[in-house]
């Protein structure tokens, strides 16, 4: 499974251990970041800022590891508040730890915020 232009803000890549991303930078509108982080812990094991889309996902989809792509739920677009806030990814019931997306309202818009 890959990141796509078309799905990068839609959701992530997870497996047992780990989440990877690609978001919007925090701070720096218009570059975007790759990152790879526990979702058990929240723990960044990568975060890597871009200038271009292009580039955040040629390197997140070089990650070589069994993905899936799991859709994010229900809060659309922005990122709020970037404390740890436990977002349930979906489909699998991960319990991510994800930073970023939407603060405490338990949705994520997909920002791996920093």
């Known amino acids: 499974m890959q ?3 078309e799905n990068y803000n839609q959701g992530f890549l997870v497996d047992d251990d780990v989440v990877g991303g690609v978001a919007e930078h925090p701070e720096k ?3 975007f970041v790759a990152f790879i982080l526990q ?14 889309l292009d580039e955040a996902l040629a390197v997140i989809n070089k990650v070589e590891r069994p993905w899936i792509f ?4 229900s809060c659309q ?3 709020g508040n970037h404390g740890e806030d436990g ?3 979906g489909n699998e019931g991960h319990s991510h730890g994800a930073q970023g997306g939407c603060g405490s309202s338990g ?3 997909g920002c791996g915020g920093h």
């Open 3 to 5: 990141l796509t232009a």
């Open 29 to 31: 509108p218009g570059q």
């Open 39 to 52: 979702h058990e812990t929240g723990e960044y094991l990568g975060y890597q800022p871009f200038d271009t």
């Open 70 to 73: 799991e859709k994010a739920s």
């Open 77 to 79: 677009g922005g990122c």
């Open 87 to 89: 977002h349930d990814h």
């Open 107 to 109: 949705g994520c818009g």
